[in-house]
């Protein structure tokens, strides 16, 4: 979240395109990624030969002059050499060659910095050209003006705002086919705060991923002040949950609607069929010789079920964290670390249970913010499964295999589940940490990452978009 009165995030349409509406987009990304090659490979040949060149002794002045990185610089150039190496740029729009283009400057630019050091973390490489069956098909379009004009005030569907001012028929055809493209979800709400003047498309990318057709919007949010949580919020109080691998997450009571009867938030049985398919395959996959065709045909479902996995998953996500942070004034969580430790050992995955759990706090994260509720994160080294949630008391160790809390101490012998009364844990850690003094929060280990881990008495509320999750 900035501070000068927006926010940007991405929302996504779900896309629903004709046969012949996929042909055209699939030209539209096979021309931004000629672009992004083109780049590449100009930028890379003239390094090559200024290199040669320096060897051979050529004195620095006459060296051949450089290929610019900057965008502004490659699209003039790229206007000045496209009759020449792509004759039928007339066929497509200009937004996807600048979309190639502005994608490759920016690898540059991220590989220069790395080298140099400016930009850290892992090193980046020089820039990888897209290979056609290898990368995911998509093209970006940035349109500032006209903002009403890439939704349609009804209907369900986006228009890419294609120029029509050629006089080529033909062109004008394919462009004018493009024009409409149906989403899977209404487009009012964002059209509406466009309107209103609240927000304003930045940047729309339509790629293919997964195997469906997408819009992905890069939206500026002018944001209100926080919400004020309701009563009903208010009256929800603090909840704790535990992310899992059996169990999409578990709380610290059980929610109607939301919940079994324990507090488990189990999986969609969509996602539970997935994770059998997924341990089928695996089996197969084991089974199989290794570089033989077979697997490498196995490997590739795999890829593709862990997609539609995460993306069913996701999806539940949703839901839950809509209910959590719109349901209750304080959701109490683990930090990260935890959790992907404690997955470890957990049969079915530990990429699954943290993506998953990271999925889970970016949703939290912009959501309670949106319903003026309170994030607070537990800290990693806070033994929530191994305590007792009746008494207090700490076991010493509690294998990963065991499914139910039995408290060691003969008077208490609380017997719960292992995962709701971890959930317990958290939520009274967190009532725990926001009920000490601000001064003291910091010595309690708690790292505010999310940046929303404020304690509540505060007069001021930080502004913040009066806005919903939209995603
Ligand atoms: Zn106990």
């Given at each position: 979240?900035?501070?000068?009165?927006?926010?940007?995030?991405?929302?996504?349409?779900?896309?629903?395109?004709?046969?012949?509406?996929?042909?055209?987009?699939?030209?539209?990304?096979?021309?931004?990624?000629?672009?992004?090659?083109?780049?590449?490979?100009?930028?890379?040949?003239?390094?090559?030969?200024?290199?040669?060149?320096?060897?051979?002794?050529?004195?620095?002045?006459?060296?051949?002059?450089?290929?610019?990185?900057?965008?502004?610089?490659?699209?003039?150039?790229?206007?000045?050499?496209?009759?020449?190496?792509?004759p039928w740029w007339r066929e497509v729009s200009m937004h996807a060659f600048r979309s190639g283009i502005v994608d490759?400057?920016?690898?540059?630019?991220?590989?220069?910095?790395?080298?140099?050091?400016?930009?850290?973390?892992?090193?980046?490489?020089?820039?990888?050209?897209?290979?056609?069956?290898?990368?995911?098909?998509?093209?970006?379009?940035?349109e500032l003006n006209h903002q009403l004009s890439w939704l349609h005030e009804n209907r369900h569907a986006i228009r890419?705002?294609?120029?029509?001012?050629?006089?080529?028929?033909?062109?004008?055809?394919?462009?004018?086919?493009?024009?409409?493209?149906?989403t899977t979800t209404s487009t009012r709400r964002l059209y509406r705060l466009i309107e209103q003047g609240r927000a304003?498309?930045?940047?729309?990318?339509?790629?293919?991923?997964?195997?469906?057709?997408?819009?992905?919007?890069?939206?500026?949010?002018?944001?209100?002040?926080?919400?004020?949580?309701?009563?009903?919020?208010?009256?929800?109080?603090?909840?704790?949950?535990?992310?899992?691998?059996?169990?999409?997450?578990?709380?610290?009571?059980?929610?109607?609607?939301?919940?079994?009867?324990?507090?488990?938030?189990?999986?969609?049985?969509?996602?539970?069929?997935?994770?059998?398919?997924?341990?089928?395959?695996?089996?197969?996959?084991?089974?199989?010789?290794?570089?033989?065709?077979?697997?490498?045909?196995?490997?590739?479902?795999?890829?593709?079920?862990?997609?539609?996995?995460?993306?069913?998953?996701?999806?539940?996500?949703?839901?839950?964290?809509?209910?959590?942070?719109?349901?209750?004034?304080?959701?109490?969580?683990?930090?990260?670390?935890?959790?992907?430790?404690?997955?470890?050992?957990?049969?079915?995955?530990?990429?699954?249970?943290?993506?998953?759990?990271?999925?889970?706090?970016?949703?939290?994260?912009?959501?309670?913010?949106?319903?003026?509720?309170?994030?607070?994160?537990?800290?990693?080294?806070?033994?929530?499964?191994?305590?007792?949630?009746?008494?207090?008391?700490?076991?010493?160790?509690?294998?990963?295999?065991?499914?139910?809390?039995?408290?060691?101490?003969?008077?208490?012998?609380?017997?719960?589940?292992?995962?709701?009364?971890?959930?317990?844990?958290?939520?009274?850690?967190?009532?725990?940490?926001?009920?000490?003094?601000?001064?003291?929060?910091?010595?309690?280990?708690?790292?505010?990452?999310?940046?929303?881990?404020?304690?509540?008495?505060?007069?001021?509320?930080?502004?913040?978009?009066?806005?919903?999750?939209?995603?």
């Open positions: 979240m900035s501070e000068d009165g927006f926010v940007t995030r991405a929302v996504v349409f779900p896309l629903d395109v004709s046969p012949s509406e996929e042909r055209l987009l699939m030209s539209y990304c096979g021309a931004r990624r000629f672009a992004y090659n083109w780049v590449l490979a100009s930028v890379k040949g003239n390094l090559e030969t200024r290199r040669a060149e320096r060897e051979a002794g050529v004195p620095e002045a006459e060296l051949t002059p450089s290929v610019p990185w900057n965008a502004k610089r490659l699209g003039t150039l790229w206007n000045s050499v496209k009759g020449e190496v792509a490759a400057s920016q690898a540059l630019e991220n590989w220069s910095k790395s080298r140099s050091g400016e930009r850290k973390g892992r090193r980046v490489g020089f820039p990888r050209f897209k290979k056609r069956n290898k990368s995911v098909p998509s093209v970006s379009f940035v890419l705002m294609l120029p029509r001012s050629t006089a080529d028929p033909v062109v004008k055809r394919r462009r004018g086919e493009l024009a409409w493209l149906h304003s498309i930045q940047k729309v990318t339509v790629a293919k991923r997964g195997g469906r057709w997408q819009a992905s919007m890069l939206v500026r949010y002018q944001f209100d002040a926080r919400p004020v949580p309701k009563p009903r919020q208010r009256y929800g109080g603090t909840i704790g949950v535990d992310a899992g691998v059996k169990h999409l997450a578990t709380l610290s009571r059980p929610v109607p609607g939301l919940t079994d009867y324990d507090g488990c938030v189990t999986n969609p049985r969509a996602l539970e069929s997935h994770l059998r398919r997924l341990t089928r395959l695996d089996r197969a996959i084991a089974r199989c010789e290794k570089g033989s065709r077979n697997r490498r045909r196995l490997l590739d479902r795999r890829a593709r079920l862990h997609g539609r996995i995460a993306k069913t998953r996701a999806l539940h996500l949703h839901h839950l964290t809509n209910a959590l942070a719109g349901g209750f004034d304080v959701v109490a969580v683990e930090d990260l670390n935890l959790a992907g430790m404690s997955n470890r050992k957990r049969r079915l995955g530990r990429a699954l249970a943290d993506a998953s759990l990271g999925e889970l706090r970016r949703q939290l994260d912009y959501k309670t913010l949106d319903h003026g509720s309170i994030l607070q994160p537990v800290d990693r080294f806070y033994p929530s499964s191994k305590t007792c949630s009746a008494c207090g008391l700490v076991k010493a160790k509690l294998a990963l295999h065991v499914r139910t809390f039995i408290c060691d101490d003969s008077r208490c012998a609380m017997s719960l589940d292992r995962d709701v009364n971890a959930a317990r844990n958290i939520a009274r850690e967190a009532t725990r940490i926001l009920e000490q003094p601000a001064e003291q929060q910091d010595v309690a280990g708690l790292r505010p990452e999310t940046g929303n881990a404020e304690p509540r008495p505060r007069k001021t509320m930080p502004a913040h978009a009066g806005m919903a999750a939209v995603a």
